[in-house]
C-alpha cells in the first residue's frame, strides 16, 4: 500500500551476533544477521525449529540483547540501552503476540489491553475509548469482561492482538502467533493481522514454520542456522 | 493469609513481652523507690559512694518544698539513713535504719508501710517509736511494746546510742529488709546524732512516671538550693535493680529479635514464592512495557498490603489477650511464691501488661517496617527477571 519512497526503515540489524551459553558450551542462535524491515511490511521469518527466528524476534523486541553488532528499531539503537530503556522501547515501539496468548490471567479482555496503555500514561476516559475501539476492530465486542480462562484460543489471541496495537506501534512481532489454534481460527485470526496491515498500515514481523502464515506474508525471510537466507518479496 | 496471621501472632508476642516489661520493670521501679532512695534521690556530695552520717544535706525543708512544686512529682520524704547496732534484752544484731517524717509519708510512698503486719507507726507518745522488721523482731526476740537501744556514730563520728519501743512490726517478704532494717521518727534521731531540725541525709522525690527520672533529675539540679548537693535517678541509686533489668531487658529484645526473624523470614518466604508462581505474569508485564522499577514498586505494594493486613489481624487478635492480661493475668504464685523477689524488690507474681505509647508504636512501626524490608529482596527479584527467560517458562 505504501510506496517505496514513503518507506521507513522500522528495523536495522547489522552483523548482529547472538550467542547463548548452555552450561560449558557456547551456541550461536544467530550469526551475522543483517536485514531491515520496512514500514507496512507484512514479512514472515521463516525456517525449522531452532533456527535462530524468535532468537532475531526477542532481540529485535528488545527482550534480548545481540552479543554483538548493531540493531535499531524506529532509529534507536537497542544494542546501547539499559533494561529500564529497553522496557521503554517496548513499551512505547512494540507490540508483541506471543504463540501461547500470555495473558494476564486475572485481567478481562478490556483490563489486558487497557493495561498497556495505562503504562503508558494514558487518561482512564482515552483508556477505554482506544480500548473499545480495538477491541471492535479484532471482533471482541460484547466479550470485554471475559477473563482469558473464559474464551477460547482464538478469543485469547485476538486479545493478544488487540493488546499489541493498542498502543499504535511501531512494529508487531508475532512469535507463532497460529500454533496454538486450529487452522480455521488460524486463518481468521491472519485475515485479521492482514486486515490491520492493510487498512491501518501496522507493520507485522512473524516467525513460524507455519504453512497458513507464509503464504499469507508478502515478504518472506528464510532462517538457518541462525543465518539469514532467500529474501523474497510478494505481492 | 497465612503470612498476614503470622504477622498478627508476632505483633501478640511482641506485645506480651514489651508489655511484660514495662509492667514488671516499672513495677520493680516504683517499688524499689518506695523502699527508701525515691525515683530520684537528693543527697551530699559523695554519699552515695560512702554513706556516713557525717555528710549530711541543710536546708532540707526549703529544698523539699521547691522539689514538690515541680510538675510530675508525686511525693517527697525526707530521711536519715544509716547502719546501726540495735540490743535487746535478749541479743544484739546488726542492721540498718531509715529515719523519716511521718508527716510526709504514707502507705502509697513507703513500701515498709505498706507491709505493716503488726501494730503501728511510731503510736509511743514519747516520739520514740520503733517500727522493725519481721525477722529482725524475730532475731532480737521482741514484740510490740518492747525496748531496743540502737547504736550508730553521729556527725561527729562519736558512738551515740538512743532507745526506742517497738511500735510496728513489717513484712515485706524481702529478707535482706525484714531481717536487718528498721523505721525510726526523723525528730529523735537528729537529736541523737546531733543534727539540726533541717538537716538530714537525703531527700527521697517520688514521680508520677519512672520513665521522666531523668528529666527530674535535671530539674532538681537546675534548682538554686540544689548546688552542692547530688541528685541522682534510681539507677545510680538503686545500681542491683538497674542491673537486674538491664539484663532481663536484653533478653527480652533478643527474644524479641528471634521473633521479628521469624516473621521476616516468613513474610521473605511467601513473597519470593508469590514472585516465582508469577515469574511468567512478570515476564509478560516486562515484555509489554512495564519497567523493571515499576515491578519492583508493585510487589513493594503488595508487600506493604501484606503489612497493613497483618497488622490489622495483630491488633484484632492481640486486643482480647492484652485485656486480659492487663486486667486479671496469669497467676504464677503458685510456681514462683507470692514473695518473690528480684533484684532486690518484690515482684508481682501475678504475670501482668502495661504497655506504653512509644512501645505500642515501637511495636507496630517496628513489624510494619519488618514486613517492608522482608519484601525488598523479592521485589528486586521481580525486577531483575529477564523477560526472555521467563517467557521460556510457558
Redesign the interface.
Known sequence: MNESSDLKQIVRMQNVVKTYRQGKVEVQAVNDVSLEIESGDFAVLCGPSGSGKTSILNMIGGLDVPTSGKLWVDDIDLSSLNNTELSEVRKNRIGFVFQAYNLIPVMTAFENAEFVLSLQGASKAECRERVMKILKAVGLEGLEHRRPDEMSGGQQQRVAIARAIVTNPAIVLADEPTANVDSHTAEALLDLMQQLNQEQGITFLFSSHDQHVIDRGRRIIQVQDGKVGADEKHN | MITAFSIGFGIMLSVTFTGSGDYTYTNMIDMGASMGMGHVTVEPLGYHLKPTLDKRLTGTAKLQQQILALPGVSATSVRITGQAMYASARKSVGGAFIAIDPAFETPGNNLLLRSLVEGSLFSDKSGRGMVIGSKLAKKLHVKIGKKIVYTTTDAQGEIVSDIARVTGIFTTGIDMVDGMLALLPIGSVQQTLSYAPDQATLIAVLIKDQRHAELIRDEIAALPEAKDVAVLTWKKSQPDLAGVIAFDKAGNYISQFLVGLLIAVGILNTMLMSVLERK??FG???????????LFRLVMIESFWLAVVGLLLGIIITAPWYYFLYHTGIDLSGTVGSDFSYGGVLVDPVFKVRLFKESIEAILGGVFMLALLAGLYPAWRAGRI???ES?KT?
Open positions: 511468567r505474569e509478560v508485564m516486562m515484555a509489554v512495557g512495564m519497567s523493571p522499577g515499576t529477564p523477560p526472555v517467557l510457558i
